[in-house]
């Protein structure tokens, strides 16, 4: 579903972002990406969405090589994934229901048919009778779960999130992993980089552990656990 052939990632002026990463994440698999602040985490999703380009080595998405991927063809791309952001980038000025209908909209959906997706996905998260309200009026984990929400409503095979539980305290945090596990219960593939070490060795999934860029190999990722 990912897989990452020596991948390299130089920002023009800077050191090296990632160093020859490769992995693979199955479809319908989870995994956790881990590491200290600057290891190389965002970079690495954001070869995923094709917000970056790999410096060298290769990424596929679904069987499609992106390391070159044409501005053309990045919409069909991110048409397979939903992105969920620490701070879920939602328009404060419009409603639950319309955030969440966004992604449809783009896509030119009938009214019908996004008023039925919307409402599958807000009782996915539990937030269907929240649907009028502006997030403002929401609690930072509800509104996490209007930006997952957001992020499945059009059904894509893979979920990639950043940081998602960045500013949730443990019981809110453990719940948005639990939501997350539930998208992989029914053939999801997700990717969450997470600095929340104690929630992650609570629950059992791959885990990819960044140091300068570099991907730790299995008995060294035994040694920093
Ligand atoms: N747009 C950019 N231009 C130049 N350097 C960048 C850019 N984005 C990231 N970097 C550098 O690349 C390295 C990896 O950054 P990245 O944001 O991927 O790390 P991270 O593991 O996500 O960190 P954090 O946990 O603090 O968010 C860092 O040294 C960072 O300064």
Request: charged fraction near 20%; glycine fraction near 8%.
């Amino acid at each position: 579903m990912i897989r990452f052939e020596q991948v390299s990632k130089i920002y023009p002026g800077s050191q090296r972002a990632l160093q020859k990463v490769s992995f693979q994440l199955e479809q319908g698999k989870m995994a956790f990406l881990t590491g200290h602040s600057g290891a190389g985490k965002s970079t690495l999703l954001k070869l995923i969405t094709a917000m970056e380009r790999p410096s060298d080595g290769k990424v596929w998405v679904n069987g499609d090589d992106i390391s070159r991927i044409t501005h053309r063809k990045i919409p069909y791309l991110r048409r397979q994934m939903g992105v969920i952001f620490q701070d879920h980038k939602l328009l404060m000025d419009r409603t639950v229901f319309d955030n969440v209908a966004l992604p449809l909209v783009i896509e030119g959906y009938s009214m019908g048919n996004i008023k039925r997706r919307v409402a599958a996905a807000l009782d996915k998260v539990g937030l269907l009778d929240k649907a009028n309200c502006t997030p403002v009026i929401l609690s930072g984990g509800e509104q996490q779960r209007v930006g997952i929400a957001r992020a499945v409503v059009n059904k894509p095979a893979i979920l990639i999130a950043d940081e998602p539980t960045g500013n949730l305290d443990p019981a809110l945090s453990l719940e948005i992993f639990r939501l997350f596990e539930e998208f992989n219960r029914v053939g999801v593939a997700v990717l969450i980089a997470s600095h929340d070490l104690s929630l992650i060795a609570k629950m059992h999934y791959q885990r990819l552990i960044l140091q300068n860029g570099q991907l730790l190999n299995a008995s060294q990722a035994e040694e920093v656990q």
